[in-house]
């Protein structure tokens, strides 16, 4: 009896020992994936030796036959710093930005106008059908299917992972403005630390598939470039071959190859283009489904690549995360309300400040900061980690200035307000205030405050107590101290 206990005793201790031991293992398996994963996402580490920051505009300016794209030159030491390239185009009514794709993520915002977008990843279904297509596989000149077509109005953000292949269309009545950031830092991107631009269509410049190969300049008006340098995608590939792949006749891949006319990547559509899309009702029906929090929606195994949600309006007063009726909103979008900038490790932030409002004094902790003006003016200082002012100066709509990550910024807008879109560096960036309810000054004693600065306790409570606002701050009797703006 006695044996036959001790030997259920140590199959106990057999089997309890096993299993902590697997869990052991399960833990650092998930650890050491979970480094991986880390190390995997790490952004490539570049230089920042900022004596000098200044608000740029853009340097090269390339013309199509339906719009217009500016670069701003990724070589400046800011962009550099950042490791991200940023550019804009302007499209006009009825103006077709052909297919492209891009090495590295990409983020846009649309600063102006409306249009259509479409995203084509691979292995998803053309979702987008017409209705006799669906009873009959038999195709004709009328009947279509393609992938998912998307609205774009002011104030969407879009996001977009390296290689998926895009195309935008203005189907409005007004010029269509976006400005766009490329993330060449982000581990997305496996080849050098420039972008390059691969379109399927058109007859691109060499200036737009790659800044780097024109390290500045001007551009205007040549819509094409027969010199061998410049082409879209199938244009390396011999006719033959191509003409076996798609089953064509060569002369059909020959227009491919070489489009006669030389239009550039935004080329002018004669007759409204006609592509599958749901009404504007149904399309508001579906972004107010969107607008529900993921945790309250999705399970987890229901989105996929085919149908995960790229775009998210910032310029809605409801989505404000800090709103002040007398001074301004800012409103952000990162991987919670977002969620595939968790892949691609971007977010952003819309700032609206009315006239003369300040804007806190802060740092981002974790992100630099691209900020691009969409509207209006205002003064901005940067301060670096010794404590010199690095740029203190105005920005008006359509300059860039990059804010490194640590370093301290503070913007008051002009008479006219302030309007800017920052792109972020960081999935989940975050800032930390100099002033006000939310300050690093609000969550030191006192003792601290009043040691640290050398005043008095007094002082000390001013400094700490006398702004009870949140991140954006009514203009006051003090903006007469030297930082009103024209």
């Known amino acids: ?26 833990v650092t398996d998930i650890t050491r994936e979970g480094k991986q994963q880390r190390q995997q996402q790490q952004r490539f580490q570049t230089q ?27 070589n400046n030491e800011q962009l550099q710093c950042a490791n991200v390239a940023v550019f804009r185009h302007r499209i006009q009514q009825r103006g077709l930005l052909v297919p492209a794709y891009t090495n590295t993520p990409e983020i846009f ?36 299917q393609h992938q998912k077509v998307r609205q774009l109005r002011e104030g969407d953000v879009i996001a977009l992972p390296a290689g998926a292949a895009h195309w935008i269309y203005n189907n409005g009545r007004n010029q269509l403005v976006l400005v766009a950031l490329v993330d060449v830092g982000n581990s997305q991107n496996q080849l050098d630390q ?14 737009l598939q790659g800044f780097s190969q024109s390290q500045g300049g001007r551009s205007q008006g040549s819509q094409g470039s027969d010199d061998g340098r410049g082409g879209n995608l199938f244009r390396g590939f011999d006719q033959r071959l191509l ?36 009404q504007r009702d149904r399309e508001q029906e579906q972004e107010e489904c969107e607008e529900t929090p993921s945790y309250e929606r ?11 949600k790229l775009r998210h309006n910032i310029d809605k007063p409801s989505h404000a995360d800090v709103y002040n009726p007398r001074a301004g909103r800012v409103t952000t979008v990162n991987r919670f309300n977002l969620p595939i900038l968790r892949d691609l490790q971007l977010s952003a932030e819309k700032g609206n400040l009315y006239p003369n ?22 003064r901005m200082q940067i301060v670096a980690e010794n404590g010199e002012n690095v740029f203190d100066g105005q920005i008006r709509e359509g300059q860039l200035i990059v804010v490194p990550q640590g370093f301290a910024v503070v913007k008051r807008a002009g ?65 007469q101290w030297g930082l009103t703006v024209a």
């Open 298 to 308: 999705d399970n987890g195994f229901e989105e996929t690549i085919c149908t995960m």
């Open 109 to 144: 915002y649309v600063v102006q106008g409306r249009g259509i977008h479409g995203v084509v990843f691979p292995g998803c279904a053309e979702t987008f059908q017409d209705s006799q297509q669906q009873q009959s596989f038999q195709s004709s000149e009328s009947q279509d």
């Open 48 to 74: 920042c030796n900022i004596q000098n920051l200044n608000a740029l505009e853009p340097r090269q300016k390339v013309e199509s036959e339906a719009g217009v794209t500016e670069f701003w030159d990724q």
């Open 357 to 378: 409002a300040l804007l806190a004094p802060h740092w981002n902790l974790n992100a630099h900061s691209i900020v691009y003006v969409t509207r209006g003016n205002g």
């Open 1 to 26: 009896m006695a044996s036959s206990s001790l030997l259920c005793f140590g199959l106990c201790l057999l089997v309890l020992f096993n299993a902590c031991f697997a869990q052991i293992e399960q």
């Open 415 to 479: 008479n006219r307000g302030l309007e800017w879109i920052s792109f972020k560096t960081n999935d989940v960036a975050m800032t930390n205030q100099l002033v006000g309810r939310a300050s690093v000054l609000r969550g030191l004693p006192l003792d601290v405050i009043q040691n640290s600065f050398q005043v008095s306790r007094d002082e000390a409570q001013k400094l700490k107590y006398n702004r009870q606002e949140l991140t954006v701050f009514t203009p006051g009797p003090r903006s």
């Open 243 to 278: 003409a076996e792949a798609f089953n064509v006749n060569p002369d059909l891949i020959r227009k491919l190859q070489r489009p006669q006319i030389q239009r550039g990547i935004i080329i002018r559509i004669e007759e409204e283009l006609r592509v599958l899309s749901p």
């Open 194 to 207: 420039y972008f390059r631009k691969f379109y399927l269509g058109g007859n691109p410049q060499p200036q």
